[in-house]
């Protein structure tokens, strides 16, 4: 409901982060909302958050955030943009592993969610839910492949692998950040790629 209240409004206005990346003030109110609610349910525990940073817990558990997944399709009024929010559970060898995630589409009354031995589930606004489900390989010609801009490509120097992946694959097509990957979660492509990621992108 908050990133909506801003979205497609007059509202919005994009900073520059210190890696380039952009920010608004909904991506930094979304994440104090989602700490107040998560540390009024579980005191506790830790963080990984985009906009935040980590916040040390002491029960082994540590939730890892990223807001608003897609900020500049958010800025510019594109439906897809999503918040990614997942569990870690901290084991005793001192290890990490993912024991939930979800992946919510706002703009798109849609969320794929998963939970450690409860299964994938994928949900959209007016349908019952069912198991979220990669879809049945394809020979590459006749994929969907999923890929972030090129500006990644070229910013991590791997301008020589998109090459590649173009000669490789059938259907190229941009529709990234994790947008893609609820698009593969629920079969709808074969292929999603991202030559850059961080915690809160792919620990979701």
Not at 21 to 29: F, G, K
Not at 108 to 132: D, F, I, N, T, Y
Not at 166 to 173: F, L, N, Q, T
């Amino acid at each position: 409901e908050l990133t909506r209240s801003y979205f497609q409004s007059d509202r919005v206005r994009v900073e520059s982060k210190a890696d380039e990346s952009p920010v608004t003030q909904a991506d930094r109110e979304a994440e104090e909302c989602i700490r107040a609610a998560v540390t009024a349910a579980f005191p506790g525990d830790g963080f990984i958050g985009e906009e935040f940073g980590t916040q040390p817990g002491a029960t082994g558990f540590h939730w890892v955030i990223d807001p608003i997944d897609g900020t500049g399709s958010f800025a510019a009024g594109v439906p897809l943009y999503g918040s990614l929010i997942g569990v870690e559970r901290t084991l005793p060898d001192g290890s990490r592993t993912v024991v939930a995630g979800v992946a919510s589409m706002p703009a798109l009354h849609e969320r794929v969610w998963a939970v450690q031995g409860g299964g994938a589930w994928w949900e959209r606004q007016g349908k019952p839910r069912v198991p979220a489900r990669v879809g049945p390989p394809r020979p590459r010609k006749d994929s969907i492949v999923c890929t972030a801009g090129v500006e990644y490509y070229r910013r991590t120097d791997r301008m020589a692998a998109l090459r590649r992946l173009e000669d490789a694959c059938g259907r190229m097509r941009g529709w990234s950040d994790c947008y893609a990957l609820v698009l593969l979660a629920t079969g709808r492509c074969q292929v999603a790629i991202a030559p850059l990621m961080h915690p809160w992108d792919c620990g979701p």
